[in-house]
């Protein structure tokens, strides 16, 4: 990574709010053209962050750079950065031609340069026509096309989306979603798009940042995040997954033996790069995915396997979601395919005695 | 005939019964305001109206359809300047109170978060003081040995007393905008509440410094509540006669001050109606211009 390919650069930034400290010491860096992704809970800081990017908050420490220049302490209007708003924020007094030629008109474009880049931004969004509408007009889903778009004109060097399809039906958010991967991938711009959806940002990003109260708990790309969560609050954020605790029993080279003091023991992974010593309090993590169902005991050598008791079951149209329960109090999720034909999955009822498998693989060991 | 146009035939005559005892229910409810004002508002003004028309001297009135009254109100030139002086101090007054109190309302809605209930009551409170007492109250600071004279006198800023503060147009402008301050500033105070922040902090992300922000978003968006002001406080102040009568002098008589004679002391009720029918038709039309102008349409 060279360093004019850097776009954005946070330096140690900490924002305070009286005694709660909202963002502390968060660093990260984004290349240009990416896609990038804050991903946390409501109240982790990704709005707080995003503003101080925007300039519409200064740090209380730490720095941000754009393109390498400092713009920490510079005001909104003088960096290159625009934002999309969760709530559209269009200009209630302003036709829709008018919000989008809003920021070029601050920059004294010629007239006919506006027209074309307004209709060629508005056909983009298939909005063609618009022009006359005022935003009070516009349903939810055209509104932020709007904003889209009126942020998008100018080309900024950077975009930031906060939340922006958060108010929206599903259907409607699906296919926004696309046509804002189509128009980063058009535009090339960089993308910082908040959202506290996840699977919003496994669909849409490069590489996401998951935060929680303040801290980035782990950066990477969705498959990383996915697959080698670091920690159990990333694990569990990120998807769905049956958490197991344990101590270490065994280490050979990558692979962890686990103790769990009812359930017996497992065999998993660690994560890359990671050393764990015998003794060790740790989480083992399962996707729901990754676990078999089945009713005769599976004669499977090697892999991980625990006896209970079907205790609730979840018909979810291409798939069945099982809740089976493995210890007093304790159960596991496991997802399985409706179209598998592997087992007699169908049969499957509640209270059935049934086992549940699953690969070693599977089995991430997390410390944290 | 057939039966099914029959059954239409009847089913609409139901239908008008309902719509016709909806109707009376409606009826009904807005009666007594209704025949209230028609009492006391509109069969007035129709007999005022009327009277306009009509031959009229001191305390004679005689029925007739003339265009009298019209006329010797408009070749008369103490009415004409009284009708000049009407327009400027209205709008004299007008301009001073949007002066002051826009950017009273914009400090207070933008950035008195904790002190903006205060401030508004405080804005209020005079109101709430009998306007007479106001009057006078104003009556004896701008006099020749009123506090602002001796004020200015003690401090050695002049040399002797500023006669243009009481019994001038000065004086009733000064009262006009204490006593109407409150109507400019809180529907303007409204209006610019009603702009969120994101909006806002819109313009500043896409390239609009702070008075940028100001001219092209606040401005407009506040449109509606000047409005408001205006239509709130510029008409009633056109029909102003009692401040004028005490601060104002002769150099500040109002149409007001006209009618009131007309109809008070000279006793000519047909020349004092025509008179305020020219004045209602002026208010009409300015109203009507100031919509077109400010395209205040559009955002009601
Ligand atoms: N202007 C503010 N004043 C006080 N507290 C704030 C302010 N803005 C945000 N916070 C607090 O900071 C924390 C982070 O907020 P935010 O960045 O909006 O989170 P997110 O966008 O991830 O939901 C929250 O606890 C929030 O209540
Ligand atoms: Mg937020």
Known sequence: MSNQEIALEIRNVTKRFGSLIAVDDVSFEIERGEFFSLLGPSGSGKTTILRMIGGLLTPDQGHVFLHGKDITFDPPEKRDVNIVFQNYALFPHLNVYENVAFGPRRRHWPDDKIRKEVTHLLEMVHLAGYEEKYPRQLSGGEKQRIALIRALITRPQLLLLDEPLGALDLKIRQSLQLELMDIQDETGITFIYVTHDQSEALTMADRIAVMDKGHILQIGDPKSIYEQPHNRFVAHFIGNTNLLEGKVASVAGGDVRIRTPRLGEFQGRGLDGASVQTGQPVTMSVRPEKMHITRQEPERPGYNKIAGVVEDLIYVGVSTEFIVRVAPGQTLRIFAQNMSRDDDLWQITWDDPVWVYWRPEHSLIITE | ?300
């Open chain 2, 1 to 300: 005939m057939t039966t099914a146009s029959l059954a239409r035939q009847k089913k609409g005559g139901r239908h008008f019964k309902h719509a016709f005892f909806r109707y009376l229910g409606l009826t009904l409810n807005i009666f007594p305001p209704f025949i209230y004002l028609l009492l006391f508002f509109y069969v007035p003004m129709g007999i005022m109206f009327v009277m306009s028309f009509w031959k009229s001297g001191f305390m004679t009135l005689e029925p007739a359809f003339t265009l009298d009254n019209y006329i010797r109100f408009f070749t008369t030139p103490i009415y004409i300047r009284a009708m000049i002086n009407t327009f400027v101090i209205a709008t004299g007054s007008m301009v001073a109170l949007i002066l002051v109190g826009y950017p009273i309302a914009y400090f207070l809605a933008r950035y008195a978060p904790k002190w903006e209930n205060l401030i508004i009551y405080l804005l209020i409170i005079p109101v709430e003081i009998n306007f007479l007492v106001r009057i006078f109250a104003w009556k004896i600071a701008l006099g020749r040995s009123g506090i602002i004279n001796s004020a200015l006198l003690n401090l050695g800023i002049i040399d002797e007393p500023l006669k243009f503060l009481l019994y001038s147009k000065t004086a009733v402008v000064i009262v006009m905008l204490h006593e109407w301050l409150p109507y400019v500033v809180i529907p303007i105070y409204l209006a610019l509440k009603g702009v969120g922040p994101e909006i806002i902090e819109a313009a500043r992300t896409l390239g609009s410094g702070k008075w940028s922000v100001f001219r092209h978003v606040l401005l407009p968006l506040s449109v509606p509540g000047l409005f408001a002001s205006f239509v709130l406080v510029y008409i009633p102040m056109l029909g102003e006669f009692a401040v004028p009568a005490l601060v104002g002098g002769p150099s500040a008589y109002m149409l007001g001050n006209v009618i009131e004679s007309q109809f008070l002391s000279a006793g000519n009720w047909g020349l004092g109606s025509a008179i305020g029918f020219v004045l209602l038709a002026v208010t009409l039309v300015l109203v009507a211009g100031v919509i077109k102008v400010a395209g205040v349409e559009e955002l009601m």
